[in-house]
């Protein structure tokens, strides 16, 4: 009777210690309040997810200039805002690299990236790279799809926008809108969370 | 069949190159290797038995790219420690996750010209969200990342390494 207890105490003991260190440093789960922030557009402007009164929720990218994987995705996050921006869910990019390493995303870079792309939506560039380790993002591209609640902005979806980065047209799934499509809906989201390759944040 | 090819690459890439003791050195030689012509591209299946191997080696998984920078400045730690702990019964595999059109623009001219030994492998498998988690489930799918294990033990790092660093967490395998 005496082991049993103190092995009851024990699984106790190591449930609790699970528990707490699951989410430690690693971001956010789903479920969780994204943080809101004030960072510089391409424009010169500062925006804030609180400055869009009207959305239902947000497509957050973390994606930048310099990784392959980015710029294969950049099409598809411009076809992203126009197909859900109206629908209430808009994109808005954010740059979590550290310029002074990787040069080839430094504002100026930026600017004329988004330029030449087109870029229909704010392109920001974490400054002091204070937004993105809160978010839990490690590479680039990684997509956080926010819902606004009246506790906040509530993460939906962790992942990857689609599972085929090198061909758009022999992409079976597609996560992202998948995601935007059942929060519009009221329906559940089928994978909340998927993976991809990605260029690691350069700090 | 396969494995010929690379035995011949081995020899050649080795004949060439005997007296070079610092792999760290290698880009700088001017040595210029002809060209390799193949490469050995593997989906996920293919991969996965190379990842789970229960014989007497210990194995270092690389997964890097060309257009990976922090990949490329520490390719030649790994490539170092494949030459240092070749006796050791260790050995390093670089599974490149190159992009199929850079193959032959890319890869197969930055394998030559660094003259890397390591074995490599080019993984070509888009459906990643399945096969990361397989590869390890904490892995967030960033490179570079690695592979560390044997028939007892397994570690993955999603990291980069100094030469130093990595021979630590080797030699955790070697005991």
């Avoid at chain 1, 990218?61 to 710029?71: G, L, V």
């Avoid at chain 1, 204070?130 to 997509?143: N, R």
């Avoid at chain 2, 490179?143 to 028939?151: M, R, V």
Wanted: hydrophobic share 35%.
């Amino acid at each position: 009777m005496k082991t049993l207890k103190t092995l009851l105490t024990l699984i106790a003991i190591f449930s609790l210690t699970s528990f707490t260190s699951i989410n430690g440093d690693k971001g956010y789960e789903i479920g969780d309040i994204a943080t809101d922030f004030k960072l510089q557009n391409v424009d010169g402007k500062i925006i804030s997810l609180s400055d869009y009164k009207d959305a239902k929720g947000f497509i957050v990218i973390f994606t930048c200039n310099t990784c392959p994987y980015a710029k294969a995705y950049e099409d598809r996050i411009i076809k992203l805002d126009k197909k859900y921006a109206d629908k209430g869910y808009p994109v808005i990019a954010i740059m979590p690299n550290n310029p002074n390493v990787q040069p080839g995303d430094n504002m100026d870079a930026m600017k004329s990236n988004a330029k030449k792309k087109g870029f229909t939506f704010p392109y920001l560039m974490d400054e002091g790279q204070k937004i993105y380790p809160q978010y839990g993002a490690t590479k680039t591209p990684h997509i956080y799809v926010l819902q606004k609640t009246k506790k906040g902005n509530e993460v939906k979806y962790i992942g990857a926008i689609d599972d085929n980065f090198q061909d758009e047209n022999a992409v079976n799934t597609r996560y992202v809108e998948n995601a935007v499509d059942a929060l519009l809906t009221g329906k559940e989201i089928k994978d909340t969370k998927t993976k991809a390759i990605g260029c690691s944040i350069k700090v | 069949m396969k494995y010929v090819f690379i035995i011949v690459l081995f020899s050649v890439f080795s004949c060439k190159n005997e007296k070079k003791d610092s792999p760290l050195a290698l880009a700088d030689t001017g040595i210029i290797s002809s060209q390799i012509t193949q490469l050995e591209v593997y989906d996920f299946n293919k991969l996965e038995p190379y990842l789970n191997k229960k014989d007497d080696k210990t194995y270092v998984i690389n997964f890097w790219a060309t257009w990976c920078a922090p990949c490329v400045k520490e390719l030649p730690y790994y490539e170092k420690l494949n030459a240092a702990y070749s006796k050791q019964n260790v050995e390093v595999i670089l599974v490149s996750l190159d992009f199929p059109r850079q193959y032959d623009s890319k890869l197969k001219p930055f394998i030559s010209k660094k003259n890397i030994k390591s074995k490599v492998i080019a993984l070509n498998d888009v459906d990643s969200n399945r096969w990361i988690p397989l590869v390890n489930e904490e892995w967030t799918g960033a490179i570079p990342a690695t592979l560390i294990y044997n028939k007892d033990k397994r570690q993955f790092y999603e990291q980069s390494f100094e030469y130093e660093a990595l021979e630590t967490q080797l030699k955790q395998f070697l005991k």
